[in-house]
């Protein structure tokens, strides 16, 4: 007594099954991807607020400014992340800031606790322009020192912003340093997408 197990049906089966999985590789390579740019632009978006004051929301997504993502599909294999904002990229790469009139406004840190009510907060109230409309605040140049001056209850001055013209700039940021880590999670995210198109096509080759 024997039986005979006819390998070919079922190997023309599994042949079919890989070539329908192998086409389905570049949209989970797509998929996966773009899941790993979501992770870049996240923590970026995280290291920014925390290491720096943002006065408006010109960092969020969507914006012209932003940390904004451009999605791979499956004929385009390469998703990016990205910003225009032209600043921050000195915060990157650090450099010399120089003014775009005369001056750069700095606030001085001497004379400012984070609790002052000069010092950066999360608006564009304290900007030196809203500053000067404030009751004894005036623009001078005493002593050869230019900036922003406030006059005390008890006639002296003290110097609340600075005019330089120019600031050295230390990097930062961490853009690269951050998208990298985070790239490390794509095998991760390839292999839940991959997955989920397994899965898929067991459930149509079952139906």
Known sequence: MEIQIDGVPNLLK????LKTVEREFPYATSRALNDTADDVRNANTKSLISKFTVRTGWYKPRTAMG????????????AKVYTRAPWMALQEFGGIKTPKKVYIASPNRKNIGVAN?????????????????????????IGGKVGIWERLKDNRIKKVWN????????????FFDTANEQVKGYEKHFGQRLGEVMASIKLRMNS
């Open 14 to 17: 599994n042949i079919d099954k």
């Open 67 to 78: 940390i904004n993502v451009s999605n791979s599909d499956k004929r385009n294999l390469t």
């Open 117 to 141: 009510k000069y010092a950066f907060k999360q608006n564009d109230n304290k900007l030196p322009a809203n500053i000067l409309r404030k009751k004894n605040i005036f623009q001078a140049s």
């Open 163 to 174: 005019f330089i013209k120019s600031a050295t700039i230390k990097k930062r940021w961490g």
